[in-house]
């Protein structure tokens, strides 16, 4: 249709104008209406869901929906310090974690660019159980420190670390930093021997071959008395060293001795 003249489209327009305005006000309403219907769904939605949650078999993740759930808090009281601590003694016997807490803050060492105490970063492991020591002449891979306080032992208290070398018969010189309570300095010696623990006949009798030792680091006179908290194995007097072994003293409470058996993997 084509509108003539002025009247006719101003009549036009206020019709057009009204129609607008009730078809904004259905929209509207219905709008409102849909709105209405759907707030309450999401929370149907959720609690549905949270139930099916509960039911083990079916999984269902949802990571939006649980505002309305108790978060499930372990309100358990945290272990203390200390307790923590004991707890991982327990599991790294090698490692002188009780002894190191101790004494964090404290700078340990000779002096500043000498034999420093190894913070656990500055250790070197080939696994959970062997610290290495790289020497200019071998590598040593340690095991573990125990300490000998045996009455026939001629050497006198000593500990001996047990530990691998890729050398029959090592020429190299190495020595021991001794770990006291509550002494900042290291106790170093020479390590006194390299003992062979087997048998050549038993095979892998060959340079370059990791061979098992027990290392005799033989505590000087004034500090034999007492025990070392841990010892480390370096080449030279002075180095940094990449180990530190706990000193493992365990005397048996009624000094009787038990009989053992020693297993050893030959291949
Ligand atoms: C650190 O101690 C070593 C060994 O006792 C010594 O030879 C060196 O001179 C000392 N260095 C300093 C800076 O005191
Ligand atoms: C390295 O050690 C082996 C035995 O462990 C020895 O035969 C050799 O002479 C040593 N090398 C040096 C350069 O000292
Ligand atoms: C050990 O100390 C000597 C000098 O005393 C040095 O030449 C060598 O590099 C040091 N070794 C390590 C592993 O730091
Ligand atoms: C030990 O470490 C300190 C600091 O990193 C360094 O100055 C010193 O030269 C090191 N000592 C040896 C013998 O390598």
Known sequence: MILQGNRGGRFMTKIITLGGLWALIIYTAIQFRSVRIDVPMPHMNSRLLLQKRQDTLTRHDSTTESNDLEPSVD???????????????????????????????????????????PSIFDLQFNNNYWQTVETSNGTFHLFGAYLDKRKNNRLGPTVRILGMIDRIEPTVITHCQFWFDGKKEPVITKSFEYKYVWYKKWGNYKQGIF????????????????VPQSVSLVEKPCNNSTTNLRVIYNKPKDEKKKDFAVCVKVR
């Open 75 to 117: 309100k358990r009281e945290s272990p203390s310090e200390e307790k923590l601590i004991l707890d991982i003694q327990d599991r790294l016997p090698n490692l002188p974690i009780v002894y190191w807490n101790q004494h964090k803050n404290l700078p340990m060492g000779m002096n500043n660019t000498c034999a420093r105490f």
């Open 211 to 226: 061979q098992p030792y027990l290392i005799a680091c033989v505590i000087p006179q004034g500090y034999n008395a007492k």
